[in-house]
């Protein structure tokens, strides 16, 4: 055990609850087979964390005693259970009824094994009884660790709306027994594509937060990058999976490139390109060959690893081939046509056509009601604006950015920026 003041062991104890919630939801899903139950045992755990840590200090392993915290109370409840179940069995046996009770054993509880307990939550939380949204919320929420706020915005919806889609797709699960497993076969094929689309969206959340004082979340991506490569290992005819793996690994290996040493935000044409991790791109552009080898039309997520790709090669920001990644931007918007993948075809024609051609596409997505709220459009417009000359407009579109993003870095270089464009005009 290490004492330190009780501030810093507040920020040790959410930091742990970052890196070790959604491991620790899992493992205890498996043993009392409730979602909802896991997260609050999980809940009650930090609970006693924040009341005992500071007198005590924060342990050595800290996600470990969480963890044995939560097991014991697990224990509790299943033996509760038992004796319950035992009490109906009895009452059934005298009234001479035959009740259909789902046997809890507490050893196989404790010692059971799924090979990959996030995974399996992963699956668990994706199960075809959801709807895709609720499916997508609550997996970010508990396997993700993300706040209902961070989820919100990362959908473009509501709070109120998006708190509802969890408690309805955690009641769901519990009313419909949905087991803790990894499937397979064909249950196995009817859920993949909403898990890929989740693992992307946990992804995305740790490669540029949407929310709080950090511009990146490595651990995010580092759990999204490790269920991808189990996934492929799991489905290696499956060209989707692997083509998700290889855009996680080439966006991943520009992580520690994102920010200086202050924690500022480095944007992409910036970047110190001898920071990027030549190990992750290696493996990506091979999970690229391999989704590509397995042939058939390309899905949109090799299409993004193809875009990518172009990055990781480019030695330099000059050297991007940004007429092969407009291209690959036309394609993708013809296999999966949203205003974000307009927005960023917009950026892609305006460095390979110049920033008139991207800021024509830009105009034509002002009213998009899915962007309204979206900081991006007027970041990207902000830009265009100022490489024509444009500098007042372009500071009004970086201010209106900066109101709109919750992540205080982003909003500090959307305020430099702005001060920039005001200087320049």
Not at 6 to 30: F, N, Q, Y
Not at 105 to 127: P, S
Not at 379 to 401: C, N, Q, S, Y
Request: aromatic share 4%.
């Amino acid at each position: 055990m290490t004492t330190s003041p009780p501030s810093d062991v507040h920020r040790a104890i959410d930091a742990v609850w970052r890196i070790e919630s959604a491991r620790l939801i899992a493992g205890l899903t498996r043993m009392v087979r409730d979602v909802g139950l896991a997260e609050e045992l999980a809940q009650d755990a930090l609970v006693v964390a924040l009341e005992r840590w500071p007198e005590s200090g924060i342990p050595d392993n800290p996600g470990a005693w969480l963890m044995a915290t939560a097991k014991h109370r697990a224990i509790d409840v299943l033996r509760r259970r038992q004796r319950l179940e035992r009490k109906q069995e009895a009452l059934a046996r005298d009234l001479g009824l035959q009740l259909a009770i789902d046997g809890w054993d507490l050893d196989a509880a404790l010692d059971d094994e799924v090979g990959d307990d996030l995974l399996g939550l992963v699956f668990m939380t994706c199960h075809p009884v959801l709807p895709t949204e609720g499916r997508i919320a609550l997996t970010l929420r508990l396997v993700g660790g993300l706040t209902t706020p961070e989820i919100a915005r990362a959908f473009l919806v509501p709070e109120a709306t998006l708190a509802q889609r969890i408690v309805r797709a955690k009641r769901t699960l519990t009313a419909a027994n949905v087991p803790f497993e990894v499937p397979r076969g064909a249950a196995l094929a009817e859920r993949l594509p909403s898990v890929l689309e989740v693992l992307y969206l946990v992804f995305n959340e740790g490669y540029s937060a949407t929310a709080g004082e950090d511009w990146t979340r490595p651990a995010l991506c580092e759990d999204a990058l490790r269920l991808g490569r189990i996934l492929a290992t799991l489905m290696p005819d499956e060209a989707e999976v692997h083509g998700l793996v290889a855009l996680m690994e080439l966006q991943a290996s520009r992580l520690a490139a994102r920010t200086d040493a202050t924690g500022t935000p480095v944007l992409l044409l910036e970047q110190d390109r001898s920071r990027w991790d030549l190990l992750l791109i290696g493996r990506g552009l091979l999970a690229l060959d391999r989704a590509q080898a397995l042939g058939g039309p390309s899905g949109t997520y090799a299409v993004q690893a193809a875009i990518a790709a172009c990055h990781a090669r480019a030695r330099t920001a000059e050297a991007t081939d940004w007429g092969r990644i407009a291209a690959l931007y036309d394609a993708l918007s013809q296999l999966a046509p949203s205003p974000v993948v307009e927005l960023n075809r917009a950026v892609a024609l305006s460095m390979a056509f110049g920033p008139q051609a991207g800021l024509d596409l830009l105009d034509q997505l002002r009213d998009e009601p899915a962007l309204a709220r979206y900081h991006l459009l007027p970041t990207v417009r902000g830009d265009l604006l100022e490489r024509l000359g444009r500098g007042d407009e372009a500071r009004a579109e970086f201010l209106r950015a900066a109101a709109l993003t919750a992540n205080a870095r982003e909003r500090a270089l959307l305020e430099a920026r702005a001060r920039g464009a005001a200087a320049t005009s």
